[in-house]
Every structure is written in structure tokens, then in C-alpha cells.
T-cell receptor
Framework: DAGITQSPRHKVTETGTPVTLRCHQT?????MYWYRQDPGHGLRLIHY???????DKGEVSDGYSVSRSKTEDFLLTLESATSSQTSVYFC?????????????FGSGTRLTVV | AQSVAQPEDQVNVAEGNPLTVKCTYS??????LFWYVQYPNRGLQFLLK??????LVKGSYGFEAEFNKSQTSFHLKKPSALVSDSALYFC????????????FGKGTKLSVKP
């Protein structure tokens, strides 16, 4: 979707190295989310943000941190990557108004930790 | 705890036949329900949602879903399947206990054979 982009699209990294994934939106939505997708688990919430510098943990937050210094960017950091963090990561934005209520997902980042 | 269940890992349908992908949910109060589709190596695409109103919701690509409160179900349906409908389908419900993130089912792989 044109309103949300993720970078990089693919990354291979070594165990123990730090990794940062970026989510950028042009929609000015308040809420942003990071999910990971794994076979047999669907999508699981890692962290979310409800405003600049306002973030909280999701279901699978261990080993991850996030930052949101401006409305349009939401960064996900793996402080020390492990093989269990090999996954596809999706960012999402959401809007809840009387006219619109929905979520838009980025194209995903495929991360491989070797 | 709030949850979504997709009881079938895979659904196989012949082209031209009707298809159903099942979803049941567990959430307090009135649910906000969503269906997404994911094609291989792609992000999630929105199909339809139920927020309020008519129990039969029509969405993209000829899909529809019926909200059944007594059975806590939100099954996805299409009258005549296409080979191009083959993909991974996710049902999701909005988490009312946090800042509005989606809780996903594990996904159902739909395979439509010619």
C-alpha cells in the first residue's frame, strides 16, 4: 500500500548482531503496530505505538524494542538477533474515525538470522 | 482471553464451486471482525470487515462473510471459486483490551483446483 512502506524488504544477518527495521507512513495515523508472521502462528503482535514516544509491549515482545520519535516512523530493533527471530515482519497502521475504521499493512520484511 | 480460531489449516475447492473458510471468535461485547488475504511473498490485503449493521458483509473480489453472534462465527464465503483465489486467508478481531491491535487466527490456506 502506498501509504506505508517497510525497509529493508529482505535482510540476512548474523546471530548476535543488532538489526533495525523501519516502518514509514504518509497517512498521519496515530496507531502503528509491529507483527511477526510464522507458519502455524498467524501474525502475532510484537509492539505497538499510540503516539509519538508512546509505545507498549505486545504478545511476543521479548528481544525487541521500538521507538517512535515522529508520527511517520516506527522502528523495530532486535538488540542481539537470534535464530528464533527469523521471521517475516509486518508493520501496520490504523485509523478509527466515524468515517473510516481499518488497518493497512506494509509489504513486510523477511529477516533471516544465520 | 480474546481469541480467533480458524479450525481448518487448508481448504481445497474445485474451480466454480462455492467456498467457505471458517472463523470463530471469542471476545467480550460486540466484536470488530476482519478478513485479510495474503498471496505468496506479499503483504496482507483487506477483504472485508464487520463493525456493525447487516450481518452479511460484502467485500472485495466477490467475497462475503456472515456475522453470526449466537455462534460467534464470521465465515468467509464466495459463490464460485477461482483458481486465482488460492492464497492464505486470515480472520482477525480487534483487541478491546489494548490500543486497538488485531488478534489474528493462524490462517487457512485455500487451494482452488481447475
Amino acid at each position: 500500500d502506498a501509504g506505508i512502506t517497510q525497509s529493508p524488504r529482505h535482510k540476512v544477518t548474523e546471530t548476535g548482531t543488532p538489526v533495525t527495521l523501519r516502518c514509514h507512513q504518509t497517512e498521519n495515523h496515530r496507531y502503528m503496530y509491529w507483527y511477526r508472521q510464522d507458519p502455524g502462528h498467524g501474525l502475532r503482535l510484537i509492539h505497538y505505538s499510540y503516539g509519538v514516544k508512546d509505545t507498549d509491549k505486545g504478545e511476543v515482545s521479548d528481544g525487541y524494542s521500538v521507538s517512535r520519535s515522529k508520527t511517520e516512523d516506527f522502528l523495530l530493533t532486535l538488540e542481539s538477533a537470534t535464530s528464533s527471530q527469523t521471521s517475516v515482519y509486518f508493520c501496520a497502521i490504523s485509523e478509527f474515525t466515524n468515517r473510516r475504521y481499518g488497518y493497512t499493512f506494509g509489504s513486510g520484511t523477511r529477516l533471516t538470522v544465520v | 482471553a480474546q481469541s480467533v480460531a480458524q479450525p481448518e489449516d487448508q481448504v481445497n475447492v474445485a474451480e466454480g464451486n462455492p467456498l467457505t473458510v471458517k472463523c470463530t471468535y471469542s471476545v467480550s461485547g460486540n466484536p470488530y471482525l476482519f478478513w485479510y488475504v495474503q498471496y505468496p511473498n506479499r503483504g496482507l490485503q483487506f477483504l472485508l470487515k464487520y463493525i456493525t449493521g447487516d450481518n452479511l458483509v460484502k467485500g472485495s473480489y466477490g467475497f462475503e462473510a456472515e456475522f453470526n453472534k449466537s455462534q460467534t462465527s464470521f465465515h468467509l464465503k464466495k459463490p464460485s471459486a477461482l483458481v486465482s483465489d488460492s492464497a492464505l486467508y486470515f480472520c482477525a478481531v480487534r483487541d478491546k483490551g489494548s490500543q486497538g491491535n488485531l488478534i489474528f487466527g493462524k490462517g487457512t490456506k485455500l487451494s482452488v483446483k481447475p
